[in-house]
């Protein structure tokens, strides 16, 4: 009885593992498609209704999510408090969970939002389609990544349960 126990908690283990490890996966997935979204909604509304940055911000954040709203309402916050907007912008690209590419390619979009209409708009379309492209990637690796996961995690508690009987 103690040793079904013993391998019930090992395959528990396992499938708590195995969740965590899809879990940040697919949080990351929603974190890019919400700042590509964001972003292209910026370039957007600075090309049609030339809104200013700070009411751009928070609207680019809504509704995508708590990290990416975070991400945005930190550099709205700043240029409402009258701070500089690209220190709290790096630092808020800096606190994102995600690739060190993608953070690179965010860093260099704050950079772009300290210029003129056109830099702003051109920086923003080159950060949104990289992003677009960094999601598609990591979404076809996704699905074989998760399926290694699960294959590691349970044939591995499997086995750890085989030599423990």
């Known amino acids: 009885m103690l040793k079904i ?7 528990a283990a396992a499938g708590a ?11 990351e997935i929603s974190i890019l498609y919400g700042l590509a979204a964001g972003l292209e909604e910026m370039e957007n509304e600075i090309r049609v209704n030339r809104t200013p940055l700070p ?13 990416v709203d975070a991400f945005f309402k930190t550099g709205a916050n700043a240029l409402k408090n009258g701070d500089t907007f ?9 606190e994102l969970p995600v690739a060190r ?12 939002l ?10 923003l379309t080159l950060a949104y389609q990289s992003l677009r492209h960094t999601l598609q990637e990591k979404q076809r690796a996704g699905r074989d990544f998760e399926k290694r996961v699960t ?13 423990l009987m």
């Open 151 to 163: 294959a590691l995690c349970f044939s591995g508690a499997a086995l750890l349960i085989i030599l």
């Open 101 to 112: 590419k993608e953070k690179s390619i965010l860093h260099e979009t704050g950079r772009s």
């Open 55 to 67: 009411r751009l911000l928070k609207k680019a954040g809504f509704d995508r999510g708590r990290d």
């Open 86 to 94: 690209l220190p709290a912008w790096d630092c808020a690209v800096d």
């Open 5 to 11: 126990l013993g391998g019930a908690c090992i395959l």
């Open 17 to 27: 593992v195995r969740t965590m490890q899809v879990r940040s996966l697919r949080r």
């Open 114 to 123: 300290c210029g003129d209409e056109q830099q702003a708009c051109q920086g």
